[in-house]
């Protein structure tokens, strides 16, 4: 993609924000916001409407939405999804992983590994997760192609679940390049599908995130008053819908 003066890339940014370690002059972060829970007209009929709740913090926002079911919380972080599920009925519920999804911000369905798989067999059946009637569980959901193994660092890595825009050029001409970009992802869905069963029946819960707003940040070199040289990453702007 080209703007006038400045090539931009999108990446898919390390943990940590290895991106910004990487030297762009100017990037975005993408905040996405729970919109609605999509289930079957079955799940509508033997569980009720769905409830949603938002808390945000300092730190995070926290989605809840919650039937005759379930009661699950949702927060999304920067390469993955947190899940707490508490069954508020009697029955086990059974978490079929390998039945669901998450449609990223290309509209492309990408298989989820949770977090109690291993590295090394995340590309193995998952066995069903089974939430015992009354109790919680939590755990982590990650797209299996956003997990790579970097040989020559030994090590795995999970790549940011939405794309980031970069540039190296400096100035306003670098903030605006990054920001006229990252306005085309403003509104696009995301999608994660969750297959429960129980009783032997299945009902396909679909949440749908929006991205409604991002951040644009720069790295900042000051002088201490030592005489020693201090960079620190801080956000320029927030742009929302």
């Not at 911000?105 to 009637?133: N, W």
């Not at 790549?159 to 970009?181: D, F, N, Q």
Request: one cysteine or more.
């Amino acid at each position: 993609m080209r703007t006038p003066g400045a090539v931009l890339s999108v990446i898919v940014g390390m943990c940590g924000f290895l991106v910004a370690c990487a030297g762009p002059s100017y990037w975005s972060l993408l905040d996405i916001t729970l919109a609605g829970v999509q289930r079957p007209p079955e799940a509508e009929q033997r569980f009720g409407e769905v409830q949603l709740h938002t808390l945000e913090t300092d730190d995070q926002t926290t989605y809840t939405m919650s039937d005759g079911l379930v009661r699950a919380t949702v927060v999304p972080a920067y390469n993955r999804i947190d899940l707490t599920m508490e069954n508020l009925s009697t029955d086990s519920i059974r978490i079929l992983w390998d039945q669901g999804a998450l449609v990223d911000i290309d509209r492309q369905s990408r298989r989820i590994v949770h977090g109690g798989v291993k590295y090394l067999e995340i590309q193995d059946a998952q066995t069903p997760s089974v939430v015992v009637g009354g109790s919680l569980f939590s755990d982590a959901i990650v797209p299996v192609n956003n997990i790579e193994y970097l040989p020559t660092l030994a090590t795995w890595i999970t790549h940011s679940l939405l794309p980031v825009t970069e540039t190296k050029v400096k100035g306003e001409e670098g903030l605006i390049a990054v920001r006229e970009a990252s306005k085309a992802y403003l509104s696009r869905p995301v999608r994660l599908l969750l297959p429960l069963e129980v009783g032997g029946r299945r009902f396909e819960y679909v949440f749908e995130f929006r991205v409604n707003s991002f951040d644009v940040w720069r790295k900042r070199t000051r002088e201490t008053d030592a005489g020693t040289f201090v960079t620190a990453r801080e956000v320029v702007e927030t742009v929302t819908e």
